[in-house]
């Protein structure tokens, strides 16, 4: 489960009250990001006041302009105002991935503040009155949408509100800023490991082993954190460090977040009925694609009705193979799942995970997806001489026609105190004409063999980038960037791990320490063994995308956490709840995408379209890719998501494509 963070209509409305936004300025040679990455945390902290007194200042003299409302005088007033934010929207990323937590601390303070100031801009009747008499007769179409979606913000805000309602939803935006900053900062701080030995971790792979050397008694500690989690749940025979760290990484933060969660989302839904909506999910999804909570509990239901039967297989399949190991099993346990489907990959398709790493070297991934990305787009990636925050951080230019179009930076490696999962942060809006985007990723691969899962969530993440780097392209800053609906956001980033399967770019990268690259029989094979296991997966996300709805499209007053988790569990995983783990502690995208978790099955049901243009055309066609760039990257969120998608295939969206999809499987 990647992650996206940065703009979106919701949580512009909600004033970053669950989404997180980063932004930076930079020069030609060198960052003018108003803040050098050694600076102090007091320095932040200045720098933080300097830029909201001068936000302040500007904002005040938009609410005071009498002069007749035009597109200019007004969005360009804004836009200059929100360009000049930009020097301390860097705090969303920094709270996450900076290494002095005292650092992390002054950027966490600074994002509370930052989303107080726009949750005033949202609720300014004057300012609202301004957006509104603007005379859009002479606009464009891309003008008059976002005018539009500026008013709908507006409202949904609360702006026509009485004043005392007005403070009433200020004080709730700024309270779900503080909760929501604390639920992830508990799952960032709370490590967890186990203590096992050399017998117990038989299976993995040598590379591995030597990495993790066990103590004068024998004893080796391994953590949650991926890089030790995923090798030993996959590779490692022994059942039980399997369960013992499953169990470990699903009482991350617990039982801390257990408060913090439910206040969370009973603060969601004050503020929801607040604003006259029945709760928060209708709240969230309002000018969304999917629009309602109605709609999204259709849209799960009947994938969940497409899945059940595959599904059933792939759980059929793995319980046969587990009870050849123990014949006295009833059911496939959610710590075996990773072991068995490896196991049933190697046994059934002729696939070793453990030969296939060999070829996914860090270095040489990065360099092919970086070459992958030229080859597509026609573009250069080459190194942005600037300062990072940690020796491992890494900064990076895309040069078209000789001229930057972005940077960006990767952050790639675990280290304490650094954001557990993957994602991309939007660190800056493109402009045309005006700024260069800049984008920031975190993830938490090794720095030597990575397992092929993790080159597919680095195309993922590098998905989000791509599309922050090629959106630079409108004049507004509202309709600039990842400013498109949410729950379509994701859909570029889940098309582009098509390619982690394509021989024609594996071979660019692909190769061992031995300088052989990999076979082309090899790829067929991992391509034939692809699909097992992608049903019961599918079904695990409706589990997911159905906890993140039902936890806010009820009172809060008629549930508990624990309870409400085991009841949709058994209704629609694939594998049983595992007792005294409490999942909804750690599961961050609670905080980030609050209800809308379904965005994931929703935007993959659109990339599974959009893929069928390059399944026509050819993974590595140009031309295509260059359609795909102009009409679906590019517009940003000039015009409606749904229309990005028509433009493009020559017909629209419809979920059906996925449905059938999903029945094919196995």
Same mark, same amino acid.
């Given at each position: ?12 409305? *909600? +004033? ?31 720098? +933080? ?10 904002? /005040?003299?938009?609410?005071? &302009? ?11 007033? #804004? ?30 303070? +600074? ?35 976002? @005018? ?42 709370? %490590? ?36 030790? #989690? ?12 399997? #369960? ?5 990484? %699903? ?35 309002? $000018? *969304? ?17 497409? @899945? %059940? ?5 792939? @759980? ?51 360099? =092919? ?36 179009? =972005? ?22 809006r493109g402009l045309k004409d005006g700024q260069?985007?800049?984008? =920031? ?28 780097m090629f959106s630079g392209t409108q004049q507004?800053?509202?309709? /600039? ?7 379509? @956001? ?31 029989? *090899? ?9 097992? =296991? ?20 009820? &009172?809060?007053? /008629? ?53 069928? !243009? ?5 993974? !590595? ?6 359609? #795909?760039?102009? %009409? ?5 969120? /000039? ?10 295939? $020559? !017909? ?15």
């Amino acid at each position: 489960m990647g992650k996206f963070i940065s703009g979106s209509s919701i949580a512009i409305l *909600l +004033c970053l009250a669950v989404g997180n936004f980063a932004y930076a300025d930079s020069g030609a040679s060198r960052a003018r990001d108003g803040w050098e990455f050694n600076e102090s945390a007091a320095q932040f902290t200045a720098l +933080c006041d300097s830029v909201l007194a001068d936000a302040q200042a500007a904002f /005040s003299a938009i609410e005071r &302009d009498s002069t007749p409302a035009s597109l200019q005088r007004v969005f360009g007033a #804004y836009d200059a105002m929100m360009i000049d934010l930009q020097r301390i929207e860097h705090a969303w990323y920094m709270k996450a991935v900076h290494p002095d937590p005292q650092v992390q601390t002054a950027a966490e303070q +600074c994002v509370g503040r930052y989303t107080d100031f726009l949750a005033a801009v949202n609720l300014s009747p004057a300012f609202y009155r301004r957006v509104a008499a603007i005379e859009l007769e002479d606009a464009s179409e891309s003008e008059k949408f976002m @005018v539009e979606k500026k008013l709908r913000a507006f409202r949904l805000a609360g702006v026509d509100r009485d004043e005392a309602t007005r403070k009433k939803v200020r004080a709730l935006m700024t309270e779900i800023t503080r909760l929501g900053s604390k639920f992830e900062k508990e799952i960032r701080l709370d %490590k967890r490991s186990v203590e096992t030995t050399t017998e117990q971790l038989a299976g993995l792979p040598q590379d591995f082993l030597a990495s993790h050397p066990p103590d004068e008694r024998d004893v080796i500690l391994v953590s949650t954190d991926y890089a030790d #989690y995923l090798p030993i749940m996959k590779y490692g025979r022994n059942d039980d460090l399997r #369960y013992r760290l499953f169990k470990a990484a %699903k009482t991350v933060a617990t039982p801390a977040n257990s408060a913090t969660l439910k206040a969370l989302v009973t603060r969601r839904h004050e503020l929801a009925v607040l604003l006259g909506y029945e709760t928060y999910a209708a709240l969230a999804m309002d $000018g *969304l694609m999917a629009a309602t909570p109605q709609t999204v509990q259709g849209f799960l239901t009947q994938l969940d009705t497409a @899945v %059940k039967k595959p599904a059933g297989r792939d @759980v059929a399949a793995m319980l046969a193979r587990l009870r050849e190991i123990d014949p006295t099993a009833e059911q496939v346990q959610a710590w075996q799942v990773y072991r068995l489907e490896n196991l049933i990959r190697q046994e059934d398709f002729a696939l070793d995970t453990r030969e296939i790493r060999t070829y996914f070297h860090y270095d040489r991934v990065q360099a =092919g997806i970086f070459g992958l990305t030229e080859d597509l787009f026609g573009v250069e990636i080459v190194p942005w001489h600037t300062s990072t925050w940690h020796p491992d951080v890494t900064a990076w230019e895309i040069r078209e026609h000789d001229k930057p179009i =972005g940077r960006f930076y990767l952050d790639m490696h675990p280290r304490d105190n650094k954001y557990g999962h993957a994602a991309h942060w939007a660190l800056r809006r493109g402009l045309k004409d005006g700024q260069l985007p800049l984008s =920031g990723m975190a993830t938490n691969f090794p720095q030597g063999l990575m397992e092929h899962r993790q080159v597919e969530s680095f195309l993922h993440e590098f998905g989000h980038l791509l599309h922050n780097m090629f959106s630079g392209t409108q004049q507004w800053f509202d309709i /600039s960037g990842m400013s498109m609906e949410r729950d379509f @956001v994701e859909a570029p980033s889940q098309m582009l791990e098509q390619w982690a399967w394509n021989y024609e770019t594996l071979r660019e990268f692909a190769i061992d320490t031995k300088g052989r690259t990999i076979p082309a029989q *090899l790829v067929e094979r991992m391509n034939a063994a692809r699909h097992f =296991g992608e049903a019961a997966n599918t079904a695990a996300q409706i589990f997911y995308a159905n906890l993140a709805l039902h936890y806010h499209n009820r &009172d809060p007053d /008629s549930f508990e956490l624990l309870p409400l988790l085991m009841e949709l569990q058994a209704q629609y995983s694939p594998y049983p709840y595992v007792e005294d783990t409490h999942f909804y502690n750690n599961f961050r995208h609670l905080n980030g995408y609050a209800s809308n978790y379904y965005t994931y099955q929703w935007s993959q049901a659109i990339s599974i379209d959009l893929f069928s !243009r390059f399944q026509r055309d050819g993974l !590595r066609d140009t031309a295509t890719a260059r359609a #795909y760039r102009e %009409k679906i990257l590019a517009p940003a969120g /000039s015009k409606p998501a749904a229309q990005l998608v028509e433009d493009f295939l $020559g !017909r629209p969206f419809s979920p059906a494509t996925y449905r059938q999809y999903l029945n094919e499987l196995n």
